[in-house]
């Protein structure tokens, strides 16, 4: 049965500054952040590239402590699996839209000892996930349209998220809910309310003059959220 927890922020190192990564990361570890998230992209299933295990791997030696977060908007899944279990991850999430063998993929996932999740884009039915949910320790809800950092939040979010949290409670479920884009202060509070656990922030983050404090302001929003709703 899934239990209330404090919820997460994750920092989305696809916002970072490249060159300055290891000490943006350093300032999340100094500030409370337990979570890092990785964007990898692979220019066909979404309309941009990123980057790859190498630099999951130089997050996970900035925080060799620290939770990394592996979100994969790539086709052929599987073949990659491997790399960014040595790179570091601690959970890899694949989308539903990617692989037409999703329960292969998460078996295959967690065959290696580490949690699995399942995104999921803003124009499929929640629904269709029914099936893996049993499987799954995250579902991440896009809240944009995958492929660039910095889009505006879609609207619709609050409701998937609410669609979630009742199909959870129906299968006695136990992952967590992720969100995924445009996340930042004007609506972290809604979603930690709608029922979201881990908030994905990386322009929000990144893109501050002034890291910690943004850090800050966004678990106090969270953590006052999560109060109210109990």
């Known amino acids: 049965m899934y239990t209330t927890d404090k919820p997460i922020l994750a920092p989305s190192i696809l916002a970072a500054d490249f060159t300055q990564l290891g000490n943006q990361i350093s300032l999340c570890a100094d ?129 998937r998220v609410r669609e979630l949290v009742q199909l959870r409670e129906t299968l006695k479920a136990t992952f967590r809910i992720e969100i995924d884009g445009g996340v930042g202060a004007n609506n972290i509070k809604q979603l930690v309310q709608a029922g979201a656990d881990v908030l994905v922030a990386g322009s929000s983050v990144f893109g501050a003059d002034d890291i910690p404090k943004r850090i800050k302001e966004l678990q106090g929003l969270m953590d006052e959220s999560k109060s109210m709703t109990i």
């Open 31 to 159: 500030n409370g952040v337990k979570w890092i998230h990785c964007d990898i992209m692979d220019g066909h299933f979404v309309p941009n590239i990123s980057y790859g295990p190498m630099i999951v791997e130089a997050a996970r030696r900035a925080y060799p402590d620290g939770f990394m977060d592996v979100h994969l908007m790539i086709y052929n899944p599987d073949l990659y699996t491997d790399a960014f279990v040595l790179a570091g991850a601690d959970l890899i999430s694949v989308h539903v839209e990617a692989t037409p063998h999703l329960h292969r993929s998460i078996q295959n996932i967690r065959s290696k000892g580490i949690q699995a999740g399942v995104a999921i884009n803003p124009a499929t039915p929640i629904g269709s996930l029914e099936p893996i949910l049993p499987d799954v320790d995250l579902v991440v809800v896009m809240s944009v349209n995958p492929g660039f950092g910095g889009q505006k939040f879609i609207e619709q979010t609050y409701s």
